[in-house]
């Protein structure tokens, strides 16, 4: 509490200080930040592929792989490595105790057929734990730093008060807008991927990120679920690529004359 109102107070006295200049000068500054993630042992990377479910209407495995190397390919020191996505929904229910996994949950139970929620992607847990796979993996791309994880891409509604702007003519006909609050019924979709990094040498986890984005249209808006899913995508770009590579903020300073 203290702390807030002592940005308030020093806001304000900067604006009254600004007020009483007649001439300064606004210059734009960059913040670099630093990567979560040191990658400098590594010149390649792979976007293997992921765990996905939620909407069909989506492939939420091939379309994130696609996006993500797109990404990488302008904005990381590290060469992008071309291979075809792999299907790892299929291919975990295919592993046997020869490749250090088995074709079971943690618990012992089946996996699901279908991906509807977060408890069914947690069943899917022991693939990534698979050392002896992923490192396979890693040797048949020369060591690469493997990037996979979960992908939820579900349809999604909520019904409450939202505050939208009207038009009102007064008994003068003089018109104005006014926020008014309508109760409204809104769909959309919830992404929530897992980014899982990989070292390609020893198939052990280096780092793992969740992140959730949700996105609502009004009931007479129509969006296709993939325009939804780049929309989501989009905003959680800049988090994926701070983990690989160091970012800049952009903002001003003011300087009086």
């Not at 702390?3 to 500054?29: D, K, Q």
């Not at 791309?141 to 992908?151: K, M, N």
């Not at 939820?152 to 509604?157: G, K, Q, R």
Request: aromatic share 8%; proline share 5%.
């Amino acid at each position: 509490m203290i702390a807030r109102v002592a940005a308030t107070l020093g806001s304000l006295a900067a604006a009254l200080l600004l007020g009483a200049c007649t001439n300064y000068v606004e210059i734009p500054v960059e913040t670099p930040i630093q990567p979560k993630l040191d990658v400098s042992a590594f010149q390649r990377v792979l976007v293997v592929g992921f765990v996905a479910g939620g909407t069909e209407d989506v492939d939420a495995n091939l379309e994130t792989v696609r996006l993500l190397r797109s990404q990488l390919r302008t904005k990381s020191s590290m060469r992008v490595i071309e291979a075809d996505p792999l299907p790892l929904t299929q291919m975990a229910a295919t592993q046997t105790p020869a490749d250090g996994a088995v074709a079971t949950a943690q618990d012992g139970n089946a996996l699901p057929k279908q991906i509807k929620d977060e408890k069914d992607l947690e069943a899917y847990d022991y693939v990534f734990a698979n050392v002896n796979y992923w490192k396979k993996i890693g040797e048949e791309f020369q060591s690469p730093l493997i990037v996979t994880g979960t992908i939820l891409f579900t349809p999604h509604a909520r019904s409450g008060f939202v505050q939208k702007e009207q038009e009102v003519i007064d008994a003068y006909g003089r018109r104005s807008v006014k926020p008014v609050r309508t109760y409204m019924e809104r769909k959309g979709y919830i992404l929530r991927p897992k980014f899982i990094f990989i070292d390609g040498r020893t198939g052990a986890t280096l780092y793992s990120e969740t992140f959730r984005e949700e996105v609502l249209y009004n009931p007479q808006q129509d969006t296709p679920a993939l325009s939804s899913y780049f929309e989501l995508m989009d905003r959680l770009i800049p988090g994926f690529l701070g983990t690989l590579s160091s970012q800049k903020i952009r903002g001003t300073r003011v300087l009086l004359k």
